[in-house]
């Protein structure tokens, strides 16, 4: 029954903050997703530390070899750093990667196939990669379609701004929440028509988006359960 209301779970599982003791925190961002579209598990960034991440896994009882597809926002360490230790335990996981970072990653993770996103794809199915966004620093969001048609936002850092990766995913369909770090977004007027706003990790103005959003800002860290 549950497979026909809900459409995906989001257990963080990397993050600066903890407040359940048997999780630990770090600096990075992951984000661990369960379609019930296609009962699988995909992995949005790793932090920056596999042991950390590892140990979180563990406490959700979750086998890192469940893990179909992980993908990637962008090539700094706290978003690819776990990355190292997953493929350890499970080198055939599909990989998802900006176009331009390729490089850094072929030589590394030889038994995965490696996907080298350049525009907006189907990562599965309700589950789609903005493409490589930004000028310098190259970035990628992914976007989770609801069984209502409602967008969720995952997002690492939004280096190519919030409002950008926003007005994309609108192309989608409307948008109901957005989860990751905003960096320094400002641009609030984005942020006024969504319900779930789930700032974390790298997001310095957090306490002006909290004043502003008290209805819609939702606290996220390490071993939050989400469910949309």
Same mark, same amino acid.
């Not at 190519?160 to 994309?168: C, Y």
């Not at 028509?193 to 700032?199: L, P, R």
């Given at each position: ?48 530390? +596999?042991?950390? *991440?590892?140990?979180?896994? &563990?406490?959700?009882? #979750?086998?890192? %070899?469940?893990? !179909?597809?992980? =993908? $990637? ?56 990669? +903005?493409?490589? *966004?930004?000028?310098?620093? &190259?970035?990628?969001? #992914?976007?989770? %379609?609801?069984? !209502?048609?409602? =967008? $969720? ?64 800002? &939702? ?10």
């Amino acid at each position: 029954m549950l497979k026909n209301i809900q459409s995906f779970r989001i257990d963080i599982v990397f993050d600066n903050r903890s407040i359940k003791n048997e999780f630990l925190e770090g600096f990075g961002f992951s984000a661990l997703i369960y379609n019930y579209f296609t009962g699988n598990f995909l992995l949005f960034d790793t932090g920056g530390n +596999s042991e950390i *991440l590892i140990h979180n896994f &563990k406490s959700l009882n #979750i086998d890192i %070899k469940e893990i !179909k597809k992980i =993908i $990637i926002s962008h090539d700094h360490f706290d978003h690819s750093g776990g990355l190292e230790g997953i493929y350890n335990i499970n080198s055939e996981i599909e990989i998802y990667i900006p176009f331009e970072t390729y490089t850094n990653y072929k030589s590394k993770f030889p038994n995965s196939k490696i996907n080298k996103i350049s525009n907006s794809i189907v990562i599965e199915k309700n589950v789609y990669s +903005s493409g490589q *966004l930004g000028t310098s620093l &190259k970035e990628q969001a #992914i976007y989770l %379609k609801t069984l !209502k048609n409602e =967008i $969720i936002i995952l997002v690492g850092c939004a280096h190519p701004g919030l409002e950008n990766i926003i007005v994309d995913a609108n192309k989608f369909g409307n948008i109901k929440a957005i989860i990751g770090g905003f960096h320094n977004f400002r641009k609030y007027s984005y942020l006024k028509n969504i319900q779930f706003i789930g700032a974390c990790h790298c997001t310095t103005h957090i306490n002006d988006i909290k004043k502003r959003f008290p209805n819609q800002y &939702k606290e996220i860290f390490v071993g939050s359960s989400l469910i949309f």
